[in-house]
């Protein structure tokens, strides 16, 4: 799969053409991807073979067709990860993402990942005990997932802290640096908003937001959801659309005019 960043920088384009002619004049001039296409198409092939090769051994199972992007970023610790079919990364070496199952040898923690899944850069998931990720379920830049305080208030040496399990039912949205505590169950299509702590359960198709959480607004049960199932329910037209989309961002390109970009910049590039 491709770096799905890309609808979004052209619906973006699409959606300002009436901006302020300075708006307009900055994004113009922002930085644009000079790679050929044979380079990009050369780097994810590199990327999924550092997954394949130094990534995926560290988990318990992992399922068909990752894409991880900067697949040195994520680390993996522990014992009992699993993650399923398509499980979608962007890491980056200023928010690396980390999957950590931290418990003594006599209680066996686990971090159990769904289908479609997709964690940003600055994702963390903390288990002692045990962390579910519902299929479909999106987690944003540095948002946190812990099921243990890790210390008590009295006893900052226990090596065995209390946990309670988290459980993220189907197409959760975790918004940008949220932190979800130990004991937590997120209903189904519910949506926690950015920096919001969650401390006790939510219910299904809830909006919360706040420190600590509450309950801002219902979605309506009835209204038409589209998950990262459908997204992927035709994985080859996927595929195609985003080909097509590169080759046509990345039409004009050269080896030599990537070179340049790299060596002698100027203004614009």
């Not at 799905?4 to 922002?30: I, S």
């Not at 993996?76 to 980056?92: E, S």
């Not at 959760?172 to 401390?199: E, L, P, Q």
């Not at 009835?222 to 595929?239: F, I, N, Q, V």
């Amino acid at each position: 799969m491709k770096r799905y960043c890309l609808m979004g920088v052209q619906a973006a384009k699409r959606r300002t053409p009436n901006a302020p002619d300075g708006y307009r004049e900055r994004r113009d001039k922002m930085k644009r991807d000079h790679r050929p296409y044979w380079m990009h198409r050369a780097w994810e092939a590199y990327e999924n073979a550092w997954t394949g090769h130094f990534l995926a051994p560290h988990f318990a199972a992992l399922g068909i067709e990752p894409k991880v992007v900067c697949p040195w970023h994520v680390e993996v610790f522990g014992p009992n990860i699993t993650a399923g079919d398509r499980l979608h990364i962007v890491a980056n070496k200023a928010d690396p993402v980390r999957l950590t199952v931290w418990s003594p040898q006599t209680q066996a923690g686990r971090i159990d990942i769904g289908n479609n899944v997709f964690m940003a850069g600055g994702t963390r998931l903390l288990a002692a005990g045990e962390i579910e990720i519902g299929d479909d379920c999106l987690i944003a830049n540095k948002a946190t997932i812990s099921d243990c305080d890790w210390h008590s208030i009295h006893d900052r040496v226990d090596p065995a802290p209390a946990w309670k399990p988290v459980k993220l039912q189907r197409n959760v949205w975790i918004g940008d640096g949220a932190f979800i505590g130990k004991g937590v169950t997120i209903g189904a299509h519910s949506v926690v908003g950015a920096r919001s702590v969650v401390t006790r359960d939510v219910e299904p198709w809830t909006i919360v937001a706040g420190n600590p959480a509450k309950v801002v607004k219902r979605i309506d049960p009835d209204a038409p959801m589209k998950t990262r199932s459908d997204l992927y329910a035709d994985a080859e037209g996927l595929h195609r659309f985003f080909d097509t989309a590169y080759r046509q961002a990345l039409k004009g390109n050269s080896t030599p005019g990537w070179l340049r970009s790299r060596l002698w910049p100027k203004r614009g590039d």
